[in-house]
């Protein structure tokens, strides 16, 4: 819930100095150590809509499309990874029964999360090692979700309330694993909050919110997402650090937050504006809490993933009629031509 930019090539180049000695005696080669030669990988993932119109999970590496379900039935990507040669993809797909079922793949062979009892799903993932983090929610046949972790395929349960609770957001930290997310109360609201370690922490419990990324560095703790502003209503792109709320945009147009990096001193938060009437989504990033659209807001656009590497930031989406793009330092680059969508990106030297 994915977007950097960087290629950078260093060529080193091989002097060769030969000498020779009055008595024309030729002396030993020298040569200067070379620098391996790297390259950078981009690697997106999402969906592409097939001619039924149904969601195909789909990952690109360089722009390249490769997918992970042999069904037409619908199926999706939320999340990416890559550790050394490993590649790993995380979302749903579709059971015969029709329910969704929340899974990994690894290099594409697919390891099943839950059952297909109910509709389940993946929102987020992060890889440490060889050791697979992930979060979402599980649901039963009344229909109740409940926000899930996975780690290496075992589930745990984050909320035992009768309420629906959703986990959308992963990072690790040490041995410390944080999950944002939501929960909702008796009367139905949703609370932005967090779990570190399983237990949790309500950022907001007034108005309405929802805590949809997280992100650590050092000993802080950036949750982000949205709050609700009542009169007139809206919704507010919203950081929490160590649980102290930064409106990051203010009506009377709707906005929030779909994903974080931190680098530094640096935050940088992506996410999406709409006004409350009209139909143009504008995809957004902060650094800092500056705001600067990543289009011109003539077409729809969203922002959906983001990761940093060096300087460059990448940020995946879609943009230019609904097509998955991503934005290396906020020039656009397509990735497909059907409807389709980035949700998630990262980047990686080789």
Same mark, same amino acid.
């Given at each position: ?14 002097? %060769? ?19 391996? /030669? ?18 195909? @999970? ?26 050394? +040669? ?28 839950? *059952? =297909? ?38 589930? +745990? ?19 410390? /694993? ?11 609201? =949703? ?14 419990? =007034? ?12 000993? *802080? ?16 792109? +919203?950081?929490?650090?160590?649980? /102290?709320?930064?409106? %990051? ?16 001193? *640096? ?73 389709? =969508? @980035? ?8």
């Amino acid at each position: 819930m994915n977007l950097k930019h960087f290629h950078h090539v260093l060529i080193c180049t091989i002097f %060769l100095f030969t000498a020779c000695s009055k008595k024309q005696t030729p002396s030993p080669e020298t040569k200067t150590p070379t620098t391996p /030669i790297t390259d950078t990988v981009v690697y997106a993932a999402g969906y592409v809509n097939n001619s039924a119109g149904n969601k195909v @999970a789909t990952y690109w590496k360089n722009g390249t499309p490769a997918t992970v379900v042999n069904s037409s039935s619908p199926s999706s990507l939320t999340s990416i990874a890559v550790s050394g +040669t490993d590649i790993y993809v995380a979302g749903f797909y579709t059971a015969v029964n029709g329910y969704q079922v929340a899974a990994v793949w690894k290099n594409g062979v697919v390891t099943k999360l839950t *059952d =297909s009892v109910a509709n389940c799903g993946v929102n987020a993932m992060t890889v440490v090692g060889n050791d697979v983090y992930l979060t979402g929610y599980i649901s039963d046949p009344s229909g109740k979700t409940t926000a899930t972790f996975w780690k290496n395929g075992v589930e +745990t349960l984050l909320d035992s309330s009768p309420n629906k609770s959703f986990g959308q957001g992963i990072a690790v930290n040490g041995s410390d /694993i944080y999950i944002s997310g939501y929960i909702t109360n008796n009367s139905g609201l =949703s609370l932005a909050v967090y779990w570190k370690n399983g237990t949790v922490t309500v950022l907001d419990s =007034s108005t309405g919110s929802g805590a949809l990324v997280i992100a650590t560095s050092g000993s *802080d703790i950036y949750a982000a997402g949205y709050a609700v502003n009542n009169t007139p209503f809206y919704l507010m792109a +919203t950081i929490w650090k160590n649980g /102290i709320l930064q409106a %990051l945009a203010g009506g009377p147009s709707y906005s929030y937050v779909s994903g974080i990096a931190v680098q530094g001193n *640096d935050v940088y938060v992506i996410g999406n504006t709409y006004p409350p009437t009209g139909n143009t989504n504008t995809a957004l990033i902060w650094k800092n809490g500056k705001e600067t659209p990543l289009t011109d807001g003539s077409l729809y656009s969203y922002a959906n993933g983001i990761t940093l590497l060096g300087s460059d930031v990448y940020i995946a989406g879609d943009y230019l009629g609904g097509n998955a793009v991503y934005w290396k330092n906020g020039a656009p680059v397509k990735l497909a031509n059907a409807r389709s =969508s @980035a949700n998630s990106i990262a980047v990686v030297v080789q």
